[in-house]
Every structure is written in C-alpha cells, then in structure tokens.
C-alpha cells in the first residue's frame, strides 16, 4: 500500500503566530487518518495546505505524489474538501448548488445531473432540492457541503470538522455515509474535536497541538501509550477528593491522578481491586457516586498527551 | 484583461467555460434578490424627477433640452453606482467560504472574477436599458436610435471597468459591510463633481479642473454626445475609451493579485 497522503515537516506562520511547527504525518491509500486536536492546534491550516489553499511557509505536502504547491492543478482534480465551516450558496437551490460544482469540475451534462440527483438522495436533501440554501438548517448546509465535496468522487478526501453542530442522528447518519466512503477505497483525512468520532472512523488518529504532531497511532496504542486499565472514584461530594484521593494512595498500586472530570484515577491491577477499594472507602464513611475498572479513553489520552480537555469548537476561545 | 491561466489538458476552452458558469451564477444572483435590481433603479429614478421637474428648469443647457442633457450622467451615475455589487459580492464568496470551495476545484483562477463580473456587465446592461425607458418616458428623444445604442453600451463598458475597481476594493477589505461602504463612499463626489448634471462651465474653477481630469466628465459628454447629433463626440469618446482600457488594465491586474493573496 503507497502513500496517499504525505506531509513533511510542515511550517506556517501567520504573523506572530505559528499556526504549523513542523507537522509530519502520512497517510496509506484506503485508510483514515484522525487528526485530533484542542482549538488553535493547526488542524484546519494543515487542511487548507494539503486542499492547495494555503502555501507552506517550509515543509512538503502532497496528494497521490502530486506536491500540493507545484502541482496544485493535478491535486484539485483528484481531492474533496468540506472545510470546517459549510461553504454553500445561500442563494443558490441546493441542486443548483451541485450542479454548479459538477460543471466546474467539467463533468459531462448528463453526468453533471445524475450526480446531483444522486448526492441530494444520499444526503437526504431530495426534498429540499429546489429551495435556496438560505433556507436550510444547519445541518442540511453540512449534508450540503460534504456532497459538494463528493460530486468528483475524489480519491482523497479532507473532511474538517464534519459533524461540528449535528444533532446526534444526523451524525450518526453522516458516520454511516463516510464509512460507505472508506469501504469504496476512498482515502480520508479527518480532522475532529470529538473522540469518540476519531474512535469510530479513523484507523490511526494523529494528535496535533501546538503546530506539532505530539503522538500517533491507532486508538489502542495511543490509550496504552497512556497506561494499562485504572481505577476510578468520583467522590459524591467534591469536598470529599482529598480524603478519597488518600484512601486510594493507601492501595498502593501507584500513584493518584486527579482528572479533569473530577474523578480520581489510580492503576489497576485487577478486579479484586474494586472490592478492596470499595471496603477500604467504606471504612473511611466515605461516599462515592462511581467506582469501577476503565480501559483509559481517548479523553485520557488526550488529557495527558495535550494537558487539556478536548473542546468543542463551538466555543471560540484560545489555546491555553 | 489579464492573461488567462490555462488549466492543464483544458486550455483556453475550460476557462471560458468557468467564466460562462460562474457568470451565470451572478447573474442568477441577480434573479434571486429582485430587491437589488429595484435599489438600483428605484434611486436614479428618483434622481431623474428630481433633476428633471425640479433642477431642471435652472439650468442652462445650451441647444439641447435638459432632460437629453441629464440622461447622459444618469446612465453612467447609474452604472457606476451598480458596480459596487462587484466588490460586495466577492466580499461575500470571501467570508462564507465560497472562495476556498472555487478555489479547491481544477478551475481558471482567473474565472471566479472573470465570471463575476462578466454577469455584472449584463445585470449593467438590463439596467441602463431600463433608464433609457425611464428617460424616454420623462421626455428623452435621442437623435438616432444608434446614437441611443452606442451610448447604452458605452455606459455598460465603463460600469464593467469600475466592477474591476469595486472587485479590487472587495478582495481588499474581505467584509460585506465595509465593501459596501468603501465601494460607495467616492463614487458621490465623482459623479457628482463632473459634467453629468450640470455643465461644468457653472462651477468654480477649481471644481471644473477636477471634474475634467476624472474618467466621469468624458465619459458623460461622449454618451451625451451619442445621444444628441451635433455635439463633439470624437474627443471625449478617446479619452473615455483611453480610461476604461486603464482602468480595467490596472485594476484586473491588482485584483487578480490580491485574489491570489487571500488565502
Ligand atoms: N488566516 C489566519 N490569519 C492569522 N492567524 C491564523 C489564520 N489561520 C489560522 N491562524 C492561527 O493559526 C493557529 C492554528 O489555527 P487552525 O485554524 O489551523 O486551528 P484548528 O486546529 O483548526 O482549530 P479549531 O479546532 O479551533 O478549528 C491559530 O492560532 C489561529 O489563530
Ligand atoms: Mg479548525
């Protein structure tokens, strides 16, 4: 299996600020990389450089071997790109919407059509085919832009953000059109704030932060990079974490992290342990909501790689 | 215009096709917000019974009525002022992302504003032919109905080079308000401190000096001219055409380079 998609030590700075230090990642034809990363962590700038809307300031990037800066004709022939925000013509039907994208790909009349029908169907947009984008919500400009992104079945695929603002079936309902994606060969780079998005779609997820990519793999590795299975407490009561947090050093298995979520965390050795916590809490008169074994999750692992909880990109603010 | 980029294995043919598409976007566009097509009469209309009913019996026009004097700065007030929809526009593509969608397909970097304004220049056309209506209907008799014609495309020519200036200003300031505001704010004084209204031999001679040297006075009298048999055509029409050329040399050129810029 070649390489699909290769960046190499990408770089680019807007003004003071240096959006890409150095990203590298690559990417086998068929597969689907997650990038992964907090506000502000270069995800959308290594999208844009890779969909040949942005030069690199030093670094390569290419598509199927073609360099995104030199042949940037070539690539825009073979990639589709949904940006993170839906770039639709509110003035425009739907239809007309991806009619207008499949003649400036000079696609054949008929085709231009077939195509169209065919996205809107996909897409669950049959109905509203004939209204203007402006009337759409917005998860249905979403739909839009990702069939837009379609309509010259592109062999590489740049999807930032997808489901961003989706209620929970119309994600799940675009999860189901990407994977049918993947399972035709297409190649997909996905950028994403929701773990568990990352989890279902990617084969190997890239965590990006600060410019850099800071760790790679797939799920599992990136969890065990983390540590084995752990134990965990919520106190009832927040005021209860330090004598909780004492209660579960004298255990002994290792040391206590405190969570962001507010629970505390310490390694397991095994199921016997749950009991032989939950006796020693009991004795102490001590309360807690939840005690259990957890595999760490991507959360954990995002937690303790990047220092800090995944965000939503709905709230803009900055990276701490 | 510039040089058109050519599109590997496509050439020459692609990207007149791209601008064809995409000035039929314009132009539908144009379709979907009638209110835009009415604003850019309703307000020359206006002007027209102002100047017509009120100015106009003060004002000395020589051998020809006022009203045939007047039409002349109308259309090419008019075209102007419809220009600035250019900029807006392409501010609009800039900030919903639309740009970076043209922009991610294998099409003429030089289409998307090719295409633009190329479905401004018919939009311009539909209304200065409305004006000319209007103008008919207040009292205007051209001379000949060629002369009307010339003159209609004359005023379409210039509103096509001021959209490359609009573009320009809407590639510049990336924002809908501020590319209304700026498109609109010097078109005032420009249109107004030349021979479009009034004959410039009623205002100071600073005022004159400064109206003479814009691209408006001439193009006013080389319209005006077309219009009424009998006036001087000839040399305001090379100067009007000299201007329209540099205009859209120069400003095809730096809005193609700050559309390259945008990214
Ligand atoms: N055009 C630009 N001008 C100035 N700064 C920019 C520009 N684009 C991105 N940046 C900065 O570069 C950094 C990386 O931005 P980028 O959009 O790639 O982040 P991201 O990972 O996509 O974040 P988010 O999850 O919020 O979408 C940020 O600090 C951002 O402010
Ligand atoms: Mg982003």
């Given at each position: 299996?070649?390489?699909?998609?290769?960046?190499?030590?990408?770089?680019?700075?807007?003004?003071?600020?240096?959006?890409?230090?150095?990203?590298?990642?690559?990417?086998?034809?068929?597969?689907?990389?997650?990038?992964?990363?907090?506000?502000?962590?270069?995800?959308?700038?290594?999208?844009?450089?890779?969909?040949?809307?942005?030069?690199?300031?030093?670094?390569?990037a290419?598509?199927?071997?073609?360099?995104?800066?030199?042949?940037?004709?070539?690539?825009?022939?073979?990639?589709?790109?949904?940006?993170?925000?839906?770039?639709?013509?509110?003035?425009?039907?739907?239809?007309?919407?991806?009619?207008?994208?499949?003649?400036?790909?000079?696609?054949?009349?008929?085709?231009?059509?077939?195509?169209?029908?065919?996205?809107?169907?996909?897409?669950?947009?049959?109905?509203?085919?004939?209204?203007?984008?402006?009337?759409?919500?917005?998860?249905?400009?979403?739909?839009?832009?990702?069939?837009?992104?379609?309509?010259?079945?592109?062999k590489?695929?740049?999807l930032?953000?997808?489901?961003?603002?989706?209620?929970?079936?119309?994600?799940?309902?675009?999860w189901?059109?990407?994977?049918?994606l993947?399972?035709?060969?297409?190649?997909?780079?996905?950028?994403?704030?929701?773990?568990?998005?990352?989890?279902?779609?990617?084969?190997?997820?890239?965590?990006?932060?600060?410019?850099?990519?800071?760790?790679?793999?797939?799920?599992?590795?990136?969890?065990?990079?983390?540590g084995?299975?752990?134990?965990?407490?919520?106190p009832?009561?927040?005021?209860?974490?330090?004598?909780?947090?004492?209660?579960?050093?004298?255990?002994?298995?290792?040391?206590?992290k405190?969570?962001?979520?507010?629970?505390?965390?310490?390694?397991?050795?095994?199921?016997?342990?749950?009991?032989?916590?939950?006796?020693?809490?009991?004795?102490?008169?001590?309360?807690?909501?939840?005690?259990?074994?957890r595999?760490?999750?991507?959360?954990?692992?995002?937690?303790?790689?990047?220092?800090?909880?995944?965000?939503?990109?709905?709230v803009?603010?900055?990276?701490? | 215009?510039?040089?058109?980029?050519?599109?590997?294995?496509?050439?020459?043919?692609?990207?007149?096709?791209?601008?064809?598409?995409?000035?039929?976007?314009?132009?539908?566009?144009?379709?979907?917000?009638?209110?835009?097509?009415?604003f850019?009469?309703?307000?020359?209309?206006?002007?027209?019974?102002?100047?017509?009913?009120?100015?106009?019996?003060?004002?000395?026009?020589?051998?020809?009525?006022?009203?045939?004097?007047?039409m002349?700065?109308?259309?090419?007030?008019?075209?102007?002022?419809?220009?600035?929809?250019?900029?807006?526009?392409?501010?609009?593509?800039?900030?919903?992302?639309?740009?970076?969608?043209?922009?991610?397909?294998?099409?003429?970097?030089?289409?998307?504003?090719?295409?633009?304004?190329?479905?401004?220049?018919?939009?311009?056309?539909?209304?200065?032919?409305?004006?000319?209506?209007?103008?008919?209907?207040?009292?205007?008799?051209?001379?000949?109905t060629?002369?009307?014609?010339?003159?209609?495309?004359?005023?379409?020519?210039?509103?096509?080079?001021?959209?490359?200036?609009?573009?320009?200003?809407?590639?510049?300031?990336?924002?809908?308000?501020?590319?209304?505001?700026?498109?609109?704010?010097?078109?005032?004084p420009?249109?107004?401190?030349?021979?479009?209204?009034?004959?410039?031999?009623?205002?100071?001679?600073?005022?004159?000096?400064?109206?003479?040297?814009?691209?408006?006075?001439?193009?006013?009298?080389?319209?005006?001219?077309?219009?009424?048999?009998?006036?001087?055509?000839?040399?305001?029409?090379?100067?009007?055409?000299?201007?329209?050329?540099?205009?859209?040399?120069?400003?095809?050129?730096?809005?193609?380079?700050?559309?390259?810029?945008?990214?």
């Open positions: 299996m070649s390489d699909a998609v290769v960046v190499e030590e990408l770089v680019k700075t807007f003004g003071k600020t240096k959006a890409l230090d150095g990203v590298s990642f690559s990417l086998p034809e068929g597969t689907v990389l997650g990038l992964l990363g907090p506000n502000g962590a270069g995800k959308t700038t290594t999208v844009r450089v890779l969909a040949t809307l942005l030069a690199p300031d030093s670094g390569r290419s598509v199927l071997g073609l360099d995104a800066v030199k042949q940037a004709e070539q690539v825009r022939r073979v990639i589709g790109l949904a940006g993170q925000y839906a770039a639709v013509d509110e003035k425009l039907t739907g239809m007309e919407n991806l009619r207008l994208v499949g003649r400036l790909y000079h696609l054949p009349k008929a085709e231009v059509l077939s195509r169209a029908d065919a996205l809107l169907e996909r897409f669950e947009l049959t109905q509203a085919a004939n209204r203007v984008v402006k009337t759409y919500s917005g998860g249905m400009r979403r739909r839009l832009d990702l069939a837009a992104s379609l309509v010259n079945r592109p590489v695929l740049f930032d953000e997808p489901t961003t603002g989706l209620d929970p079936r119309s994600r799940l309902a675009l189901e059109v990407i994977e049918d993947v399972r035709d060969g297409t190649t997909l780079l996905l950028t994403t704030q929701y773990l568990e998005e990352a989890d279902r779609l990617a084969d190997r997820i890239a965590v990006v932060d600060g410019g850099r990519v800071i760790a790679e793999g797939t799920s599992d590795e990136l969890k065990d990079k983390v084995g299975s752990v134990l965990v407490a919520r009832s009561s927040p005021d209860d974490a330090d004598t909780v947090a004492s209660v579960l050093a004298a255990l002994k298995t290792g040391e206590v405190r969570l962001a979520t507010g629970e505390l965390a310490v390694p397991a050795t095994g199921i016997a342990l749950v009991a032989k916590a939950a006796r020693a809490l009991t004795t102490a008169g001590l309360e807690v909501s939840e005690l259990g074994l595999r760490p999750t991507l959360d954990d692992v995002f937690l303790t790689l990047t220092g800090h909880l995944a965000e939503s990109s709905d803009e603010d900055e990276t701490p | 215009m510039t040089a058109l980029d050519t599109v590997p294995g496509g050439g020459l043919r692609y990207a007149v096709q791209d601008t064809l598409v995409l000035a039929g976007r314009a132009l539908r566009h144009t379709t979907r917000q009638p209110e835009l097509l009415v850019s009469t309703v307000q020359p209309v206006l002007f027209v019974l102002l100047f017509r009913y009120v100015f106009g019996g003060a004002i000395n026009t020589g051998p020809i009525s006022y009203v045939n004097y007047l002349a700065g109308i259309f090419v007030q008019t075209t102007a002022f419809a220009s600035t929809s250019t900029g807006v526009g392409l501010a609009e593509d800039l900030s919903k992302g639309i740009v970076d969608r043209l922009r991610s397909l294998p099409i003429s970097r030089s289409a998307v504003l090719a295409g633009r304004t190329l479905g401004d220049l018919v939009r311009m056309v539909g209304v200065v032919l409305i004006m000319a209506v209007v103008g008919v209907a207040v009292g205007l008799r051209p001379s000949s060629l002369g009307l014609l010339g003159a209609i495309a004359l005023t379409a020519l210039f509103g096509f080079a001021f959209s490359w200036i609009s573009a320009w200003i809407g590639l510049m300031v990336k924002d809908v308000e501020t590319a209304n505001v700026a498109g609109f704010v010097w078109l005032f420009l249109t107004f401190a030349s021979s479009a209204f009034v004959p410039l031999q009623s205002m100071p001679g600073w005022l004159q000096a400064f109206a003479k040297a814009t691209p408006v006075t001439p193009t006013c009298d080389a319209v005006r001219a077309m219009l009424n048999d009998g006036l001087p055509l000839q040399r305001p029409l090379l100067i009007s055409l000299s201007w329209i050329l540099g205009v859209l040399v120069v400003f095809s050129y730096l809005s193609v380079r700050s559309y390259r810029k945008v990214a």
